[in-house]
């Protein structure tokens, strides 16, 4: 493993210290997945949040997106992702337009392999 | 903390004094409904401007803003105010199934209270922009019908010119379309203001959230229960404004006629896609875009045809008709809608929220009597 370089900037503190290995990991049905976290502040209905995503042991993120899987719908905006810095990538626009059960997706490729991570987050 | 020994039915009498009688009353509510409840204020949001005009807080403008919003004169045969649709004495809006401009409209007619710091405008959202919202219907040939020169003619030629120029400067020095887009603000500025008063509901969150007895009908807290539970009202209707201000199909029929359709958010996006009045535009004064990337970013679906803005619930009995075509008379009749809602109208891709829920009778009555709460009541 090449280690943990993810680092974090709260969206309400960007003078936050970067903290290493900081956020929540990510599920992943791919055997041997290599670690992907994530992080963000809680949400409100319909407003635009960022979150950082982090993946380690090399590869990129390709896409990061989320669906209300009980409603089988998505969100209805594109969310933008920067470049990465260091393996870290900041994703902004993602907006939670219902309340309850939301997964954010992310897909990655690593030494030419897809795979698909998932974290699932609840909003009130 | 909310405590289970608050809830209780005190009778007011005697606890008083010489206030009017008061029936304090129980709550029904689960801690995990009154925690839920969080979400839906406070109320009033706090105002804050609209960096994409210039007027936005001004009282100056706001002052004639309203003055234009009551006045003909915007109107090319001077026939129509926004007041003639949008009524100030009747929840600025007409108790009419669809508005009448020139001609039959295709639409129910908006209130235009609670307007301020939404992300889209009008049922379709052709607008990202309150003050583009209030330019569409002064230059639609079925609205108001005013060509932008025209406009700056008559205002040239009004009582408003000398006051239009503190504001805005030489008018001459402007083309019409500039006139056009600053009396849209205007009218924007003045519109920001309608903000409808906290109603029984948000008193009796308040007195919830903050531990204290409440006065609130037994019937409206059960209505409130099935919003929040089988009725799936809260996925769409939801926060302070009672919606997350996006687009559903509400199994609402949106044949206009036998050969007419309303596309709803399809056509609302098409041309706001297409339009020179938007946020991310010349026309706005906010040197940031801020809000444009919504305009940006916006995904168009399939599921976009004959769906439409989810409107609030706030004033709701200052509103009726009901429902983006005004279908649907009285509250009673919305909710009935929703319990026995036919399912084959839905889209095929939608969304899986709507399903019957058949409300019983009372449970009707309740549903109802709750949401008369989010309104201020007569008198």
Same mark, same amino acid.
Not at chain 1, 94 to 99: D, N
Not at chain 2, 230 to 239: A, E, I, L, P, T
Not at chain 2, 276 to 285: E, K
């Given at each position: 493993m090449r280690g943990c370089v993810f680092a974090v900037l709260a969206v309400a503190l960007p003078s936050a210290p970067a903290l290493a290995c900081d956020g929540e990991v990510m599920q992943s049905s791919?055997?041997?997945a290599p670690e992907a976290r994530i992080q963000f502040e809680p949400p409100q209905i319909s407003q635009p949040f960022v979150v950082r995503v982090a993946l380690f042991d090399g590869g990129q993120v390709l896409t990061v997106d989320a669906i209300m899987p009980a409603h089988q719908h998505g969100m209805l905006y594109r969310p933008s992702m920067s470049t990465p810095e260091q393996g870290r990538y900041t994703v902004e626009n993602?907006?939670?337009?219902?309340?309850g059960l939301w997964h954010i997706q992310v897909q990655a490729e690593v030494d030419a392999r897809r795979i698909d991570y998932v974290y699932e987050t609840v909003v009130q | 903390m909310i405590r289970r020994g608050l809830r209780v039915l005190l009778a007011a009498a005697g606890l008083w004094?010489?206030?009017p009688a008061l029936a304090l009353a129980e709550v029904i509510l689960s801690d995990a409904e009154i925690a839920r409840l969080?979400?839906?204020?406070?109320?009033p949001p706090v105002a804050e401007p609209?960096?994409?005009?210039?007027?936005?807080?001004d009282p100056q403008a706001i002052a004639l803003g309203q003055a234009l919003f009551n006045d003909?004169?915007?109107s090319s045969d001077g026939l129509?105010?926004?007041?003639?649709?949008?009524d100030p004495e009747g929840g600025?809006?007409?108790?009419?199934a669809r508005g009448m401009g020139r001609v039959l409209l295709d639409r129910n007619i908006p209130t235009v209270?609670?307007?301020? /710091?939404?992300?889209w405008f009008g049922w379709g959202g052709r607008s990202d922009a309150l003050w583009a919202a209030s330019l569409h219907p002064i230059v639609d040939p079925t609205e108001m019908a005013h060509a932008p020169e025209a406009l700056k003619v008559s205002l040239l030629n009004s009582p408003y010119a000398e006051w239009l120029e503190q504001l805005? /400067?030489?008018?001459?020095? +402007?083309t019409g379309e500039a006139v056009l887009v600053n009396i849209a603000k205007l009218l924007a500025a003045y519109q920001e203001t309608l903000v409808s008063a906290p109603t029984p509901f948000d008193q009796f969150r308040l007195d919830l959230l903050q531990g204290q007895a409440v006065s609130y009908p037994l019937a409206a807290q059960r209505g409130l229960q099935i919003f929040l539970g089988?009725?799936?009202?809260?996925?769409? +209707?939801?926060?302070p404004r009672f919606t997350n201000n996006e687009f559903h199909d509400?199994?609402?029929?949106?044949?206009?006629s036998a050969t007419r359709v309303d596309p709803g958010r399809h056509q609302g996006l098409q041309r706001l896609l297409s339009s020179?009045?938007?946020?991310?535009?010349?026309?706005?004064?906010d040197p940031a875009r801020t809000g444009a990337w919504a305009l940006r970013s916006v995904r168009q679906r +399939?599921?976009?045809?004959?769906s439409f803005r989810t409107p609030t619930l706030r004033g709701l009995t200052d509103?009726?008709?009901?429902?983006h075509d005004g279908s649907l008379p009285t509250l009673e009749a919305v909710v009935r809608h929703y319990s026995e809602?036919?399912?084959?109208?839905?889209?095929?891709? /939608?969304?899986?929220?709507?399903?019957?829920?058949?409300?019983?009778e009372r449970e009707v009555a309740d549903l109802v009597a709750f949401l008369q709460t989010l309104s201020v009541p007569d008198g």
């Open positions: 791919t055997a041997k993602l907006v939670f337009h219902m309340p | 004094g010489s206030l969080s979400a839906f204020g406070p109320w609209d960096p994409s005009n210039r007027f936005s807080s003909p004169i915007l129509l105010s926004c007041a003639s649709c949008h600025f809006t007409r108790p009419v209270r609670d307007l301020a /710091g939404l992300r805005l /400067g030489p008018l001459q020095g +402007h089988r009725g799936n009202c809260s996925f769409c +209707h939801v926060g509400a199994g609402v029929p949106y044949f206009l020179p009045y938007t946020l991310d535009s010349q026309w706005s004064d +399939h599921s976009d045809f004959g509103t009726a008709p009901y429902m809602i036919n399912t084959e109208r839905l889209h095929a891709d /939608g969304e899986a929220i709507l399903a019957p829920f058949h409300l019983s």
